[in-house]
């Protein structure tokens, strides 16, 4: 939820901050945050992006991804003044156990009531999430997680219990004749 990202991102030191804000905020998978290095990511660019490079992607495809400014602000943070192109922007990507450990720090169970858990693949599941809750294009949702189904992204990679299955229907247009309005 996004209290419970509050709470990890306020708990972790600005590296794992800066890692899990990347996870959940572009969708990129642990090992593609692995292997990020400096000259991937364009923080001076008219718009911010990180390149993901084809030889480390899933489907060995390059995929440029727009930076959220919370990105933008802690990888400007954590970039060193001399980072050259070729290392590593992040020293380690957490295991499942450091994982844990701070979602434990931010009081969120590792399993919830319904039996889902909260690793670290979780947060790309917050990302799929998030995009419907905005009303993200399944078709632009499913390119940004860069799926080759729209089924994979609207079925596994969505939590419908998040979404505003409510609120939707405030956005159904009226069909009864509305009454004269006084001048």
Known sequence: TESEMH???????????AIYLMAALT?????????????????????PFVRARASTTKNHKT??????????EMLTALKPKEALDNERV??????????????????????????????FHSLRYTFGTNLQRQGVPSRTAMALMRHSDRRLTDKIYTDENLLDTWGAIDSLPSYLPKPPQPA
């Open 90 to 119: 992040f020293s380690k990507i957490p295991r499942i156990e450091r994982f844990r450990r701070d979602l434990k720090k931010a009081s969120i169970p590792y399993k919830d009531a319904q039996g889902h858990v909260a690793d």
């Open 27 to 47: 969708g990129l998978r642990r090992s593609e945050l692995g292997a990020l290095q400096w000259g991937d990511i364009k923080l001076d660019s008219p718009v």
């Open 63 to 72: 995929a440029d991804i727009r930076l959220h400014d919370d990105v933008r």
């Open 7 to 17: 709470r990890l991102i306020g708990a972790a030191p600005l590296e794992r901050k």
